[in-house]
């Protein structure tokens, strides 16, 4: 079974950045399609952006683009998410996801770590 721990998240100035990292175990990464989700109280958890297997195919959300990066570390087991030029909007509880197709379909979370942007 895969497990996926988050962390990097804060508190962060609008107009600076967070790397959040997405470390996993218990199954070869490279086999792995992995996400980036977020998720505000009263709202339905979004895509933020994804990246495919070896990094050849990545997808982000209209919001994030120009501003995040989604990038993956095979050799770690790692997948991060770049936020930069944050926006108090961007607050949320950011999740990692992993599944095994493409286009992504996500059967396995992380536990959230939250982002917090003040104006």
């Known amino acids: 079974q895969v497990q996926l721990v988050e962390s990097g998240g804060g508190l962060v100035q609008a107009g600076g950045s967070l790397r959040l990292s997405c470390a996993a175990s218990?199954?070869?990464?490279?086999?792995?399609?992995m996400g980036w989700f977020r998720q505000t109280p009263g709202k339905e958890r979004e895509s933020v952006a994804a990246?495919?297997?070896?990094?050849?195919?990545?997808t982000y959300a209209d919001f994030v683009k120009g501003r995040f990066t989604i990038s993956r570390d095979n050799a770690k087991n790692t997948v991060y998410l770049q936020m930069n030029s944050l926006k108090p909007e961007d607050t949320a509880v950011y999740y990692c996801?992993?599944?095994?197709?493409?286009?992504?379909?996500?059967?396995?979370w992380g536990q959230g770590t939250q982002v917090t942007v003040s104006s």
């Open positions: 996801a992993a599944g095994s197709n493409w286009p992504p379909l996500f059967n396995i």
């Open positions: 218990g199954r070869t990464f490279s086999n792995l399609v």
């Open positions: 990246m495919s297997w070896y990094g050849r195919r990545t």
